[in-house]
Nanobody, 127 residues
Framework: QVHLVESGGGLAQAGESLRLTCAAS????????KAWFRQAPGHERELVGA????????KLADSVKGRFTISRDNDQNTVNLLMDKLRPEDTAVYYC????????????????????WGQGTQVTVSS
């Protein structure tokens, strides 16, 4: 079992930065691929970024490329999402997810590919 807890959400103005952290406990963290998803009201949950268990491979959604960075620290059992140049359309609840595989996988952008989820943290960006 993997338990995930997100932190770092809050309010920001357009152009500012926020850093989200997902802390994991339970099974060997380094064996799990991790991802950040987000869900805005009235919208489906969508991938923000995914990273392999060893941290070598990462993927980012086109909408956040050049602005967001996903990284992980297996010694600290954390995965981070640094969000720069925030936009109002980034407003959503952000969720951390984990899958029991090292690789990002071909379906990394699909929520059903992840077995474990955090409770989510709200990010609100004002214009």
């Amino acid at each position: 079992q993997v338990h995930l807890v997100e932190s770092g959400g809050g309010l920001a103005q357009a152009g500012e930065s926020l850093r989200l952290t997902c802390a994991a406990s339970g099974r060997t963290f380094s064996n799990y691929a991790k991802a950040w998803f987000r869900q805005a009201p009235g919208h489906e949950r969508e991938l923000v970024g995914a990273i392999s268990g060893d941290g070598i491979t990462s993927k980012l959604a086109d909408s956040v490329k050049g602005r967001f960075t996903i990284s992980r620290d297996n010694d600290q059992n954390t995965v981070n999402l640094l969000m720069d140049k925030l936009r109002p359309e980034d407003t959503a609840v952000y969720y951390c997810a984990a899958a029991p595989r090292n690789s990002v996988g071909s379906n990394y952008y699909l929520p059903h590919g992840y077995a474990y989820w955090g409770q989510g943290t709200q990010v609100t960006v004002s214009s």
